[in-house]
């Protein structure tokens, strides 16, 4: 690890909670994830903390790796949180499914909603969630969606899609 890594990281205790926070960063890229989970395991191996958070105020964007990460330490037995995710960070896929509202400010992983359903009892729950998100517009936003598609048609006839913004 450089020391300008180790600069650009800070860890706190709340509670029985360790909170990491990568200073300033809005993007994670590769180097970033390997210093926090280097961090987080440092944490649970040696310091045997059971609880982890990770502080997100300044990320706009997180690669999928991470949210697999906590996930797996989730199932180990280890209880995870976010704390102050950005709208943006809040409507990344893994978020939405496996992430719940503790508070204000918190968020913690759990599969409780979808834990001893079939694959197929999980798919339909997050197919529910996600069509009455974009059914209301909130994965929307301001963007528009025309689609003239002829039902009387011959299958193979070509649909056209125009967006919209």
Known sequence: MST???????????????????????IWDGADLALLRDVLNRLIQQDGFRSLG???TTVKYIPSGFFGMLFEWYESGLEIALFRPQANVRQMLWFRMFFAEADADRFVLTDADIRN?????????????????????????????????????D???????????
């Open 117 to 153: 359903n079939t694959p197929s009892e999980q798919i339909e729950y997050h197919r529910r969630a996600f069509m009455t998100a974009y059914e209301s517009g909130e994965l929307l936003g301001d963007i528009e969606l025309d689609a003239d598609i002829d039902l009387d048609a």
């Open 54 to 56: 990770v502080d997100l």
């Open 4 to 26: 300008r890594n180790k600069q650009r990281l800070s860890c706190r205790v709340d509670g029985q909670t360790a909170v990491v926070q990568l200073d300033d960063m809005e």
């Open 155 to 165: 299958a193979d006839a070509d649909a056209e899609y125009a967006v919209n913004g």
